[in-house]
């Protein structure tokens, strides 16, 4: 158990000074903390249900449906970010 918690901290370690160097480069300097807040709220609460569609699909069609979803969402998401462009 302790292993995969080290792991997850190297993950979040690796990650969410990253998006926070992102959020710091979108906004202006006034308005950092307030979309550093919304982004860590929309992202908890997309967590939140994207955990709760999971665990139904899972109980009620099988590993494979929610494993097949997840493919889905995350392929719809390289293809969205390889087209989208930055100003």
Do not use: P
Request: proline residues 0%; positive net charge.
């Amino acid at each position: 158990v302790l292993q995969k918690l080290r792991f997850h901290e190297f993950d979040a370690a690796m990650t969410e000074g990253v998006s926070k160097a992102a959020i710091a480069d979108m906004v202006a300097a006034e308005h950092r903390g307030t979309a550093i807040g919304i982004f860590y709220a929309v992202t908890g609460a997309a967590t939140l249900l994207a955990s709760m569609l999971a665990g139904w699909l899972w109980t009620h069609y099988g590993a494979a449906s929610t494993l097949n979803l997840s493919a889905a969402v995350a392929l719809a998401a390289a293809v969205f970010l390889h087209f989208w462009k930055v100003k």
